[in-house]
């Protein structure tokens, strides 16, 4: 074989093989693009959150007049004055372990809500739901803003509503998909109602639930008309 046969057969070789890594690389860009495109369009909760629901939600709360707690000491003293109300460990209602003893109390209506959702879930699953956290001081959020991006703002127009005692995180690790769509269903037409806003976290496994005082006025009319209901049977 002549010696530019050789070098033409080299050079054919090299370009055969130029051409299948560049195929290789090709193709899995093209795979890579598509899991990362997919794993994006696989995140569509039922219940998102928006700038707009937090701002809606301090005017709330704002026209409730209910303060942002700031430290500790101001906390010890709503909780005196039975402002805020603990949240009472059952067979259905657990609490996060280190959710510290000061932090396990929420206004009475949120506790209403939980309590009533947890009973229900526990009937159904015979599993209890876990409250990861409840009210916050403006000085733990502060800290907490620190080291969590997730975490809300202590003012403004989308202050973090922990501050108030309204709102809890429910946790979601371990649930299954029936039991996750069980919550969205329980959570729809209350939330239709004007009576929760609840959003579902991406970056923490948690379903933040925001209640509004009007829940308990629901409430006592659901069981008044539930009374009636089996007076007529």
């Known amino acids: 074989m002549t010696r530019s046969k050789v070098q033409t057969g080299f050079v054919c070789l090299f370009v055969l093989a130029l051409t299948v890594h560049g195929n290789a690389v090709s193709r899995s860009t093209h795979y890579n693009h598509k899991h990362r495109r997919a794993r994006h369009l696989s995140w569509n909760p039922m219940f998102k959150g928006s700038h707009e629901?937090?701002?809606?939600?301090?005017?709330?709360?704002?026209?409730?007049?209910?303060?942002?707690?700031?430290?500790?000491?101001?906390?010890?003293?709503?909780?005196?004055?039975?402002?805020?109300?603990?949240?009472q460990e059952s067979s259905s209602l657990r609490i996060a372990a280190n959710l510290k003893e000061t932090r396990r109390y929420c206004k009475p209506w949120t506790r209403d809500f939980v309590e009533d959702l947890s009973q229900a879930f526990y009937e159904e699953?015979?599993?209890?739901?876990?409250?990861?956290?409840?009210?916050?001081?403006?000085?733990?959020?502060?800290?907490?803003?620190?080291?969590?991006?997730?975490?809300?703002?202590?003012?403004?127009?989308?202050?973090?509503?922990?501050?108030?005692?309204?709102?809890?995180?429910?946790?979601?690790?371990?649930?299954?998909?029936k039991q996750h769509a069980w919550i969205e269903q329980y959570f729809l037409p209350l939330k239709e109602a004007g009576l929760i806003d609840p959003i579902e976290?991406?970056?923490?496994?948690?379903?933040?639930?925001?209640?509004?005082?009007?829940?308990?006025?629901?409430?006592?009319?659901?069981?008044?008309?539930?009374?009636?209901?089996?007076?007529?049977d």
Not at 138 to 166: C, F, W
Not at 169 to 174: P, Q
Not at 201 to 210: A, C, I, L, W
Request: proline residues 4%.
């Open 53 to 87: 629901m937090l701002v809606k939600q301090n005017e709330i709360i704002d026209q409730m007049e209910l303060p942002r707690i700031a430290d500790d000491d101001e906390l010890e003293t709503i909780i005196s004055n039975e402002e805020l109300v603990p949240l």
């Open 125 to 177: 699953f015979k599993k209890p739901i876990q409250v990861n956290s409840a009210v916050r001081t403006v000085a733990q959020q502060k800290k907490l803003r620190r080291h969590n991006r997730n975490a809300g703002p202590i003012e403004g127009e989308t202050a973090s509503t922990h501050l108030t005692g309204i709102t809890l995180d429910l946790s979601k690790r371990g649930l299954t998909k």
């Open 201 to 232: 976290e991406r970056r923490q496994p948690v379903f933040h639930v925001v209640v509004f005082d009007r829940y308990t006025e629901w409430r006592e009319s659901q069981k008044v008309a539930n009374t009636e209901t089996n007076a007529t």
